[in-house]
């Protein structure tokens, strides 16, 4: 029974501990500046995607992809991965350099964007503060292969440990580089439009307010938490003073969204996951 399913992970998961944490939020933003040096990856969205006219729907809907995938029951996220897979099987795009068209749920591609996706989580959170032994992280990385096969992917052939995700780093690298589109997405990324309900200071002239500050204190802080080799990508000199401060940025955050009250911070999803753990563990 659905009142009886606590999903594909559980209390007792690591995945749980760590999407606990409302700094989450920086993570899927570095996750996206990783995901655009991947020229295939960045071209399978620049050409399938209305990111630029929906930037804030884009980012809602993926959010309650996560988050079903995290919280919702088995049935819930299984119907989820079938909606995702369903979608990109239609997807065609156009490699940049070679012309070649090619199909976006190829798994090459899917694989890039689940690790980046993942390594950006569970390290954001881990920079944040969250306290994560290395073997709870390698659960991590374990328990998220589920999450893998809901996008179509061979859970075997997906890093399974941190030391894995850095060797997939490794090999993956030679293929990354800063494209023109990847270079737009970044600006995107960084300055992106504010919700209307925000924009009144944009409306009355004033094009640097609270919003836009605020949000690109995050998007730095997102930034400044890439791999040395990324930011080198990027332009930047990768410094260990560059991840210091990131790494103080983001912990400041962290303590700021915990003074936020719990029931603005959780979604109804990961509420209704709650609740069912709660009824199980009173059973």
Do not use: C
Request: glycine content about 8%.
């Amino acid at each position: 029974m659905d009142t009886e399913d606590l999903g594909l992970f559980g209390p007792g998961s690591v995945t749980w501990k760590v999407h606990e944490e409302p700094i989450l939020i920086v993570a899927g933003l570095r996750s996206l500046y990783l995901q655009a040096l991947h020229p295939r990856a960045m071209a399978g969205v620049a050409q399938n995607s209305n990111y630029r006219s929906d930037a804030w729907g884009r980012l809602v809907r993926t959010a309650n992809y996560v988050a079903t995938t995290i919280y919702g029951t088995t049935a819930e996220a299984e119907a989820a991965g079938r909606r995702l897979r369903t979608l990109h099987a239609r997807m065609r795009a156009t490699d940049p350099f070679t012309g070649e068209e090619f199909r976006v749920d190829d798994p090459d591609l899917l694989r890039w964007v689940h690790v980046t996706e993942v390594e950006s989580f569970v390290s954001t959170a881990r920079r944040a503060g969250l306290a994560l032994r290395d073997d709870e992280v390698d659960g991590y990385y374990t328990e998220q292969r589920r999450a893998a096969a809901l996008v179509g992917l061979d859970p075997a052939d997906v890093p399974g440990t941190a030391a894995e995700v850095a060797a997939y780093y490794r090999d993956v690298r030679p293929q990354l580089r800063m494209t023109r589109e990847a270079a737009e997405t970044a600006v995107f990324l960084t300055a992106p439009p504010i919700p209307w309900k925000l924009s009144l200071p944009v409306r009355l002239g004033l094009t640097l307010g609270p919003p836009r500050w605020a949000y690109l204190g995050v998007a730095g802080t997102a930034l400044g938490l890439l791999p040395p080799w990324a930011l080198r990508l990027y332009g930047g000199l990768g410094l260990p003073t560059t991840a210091m401060s990131a790494d103080l940025g983001v912990r400041a955050l962290r303590l700021a969204l915990a003074a936020v009250p719990r029931r603005y911070r959780e979604g109804p999803l990961q509420q209704a996951a709650k609740e069912r753990a709660a009824r199980l563990a009173a059973a």
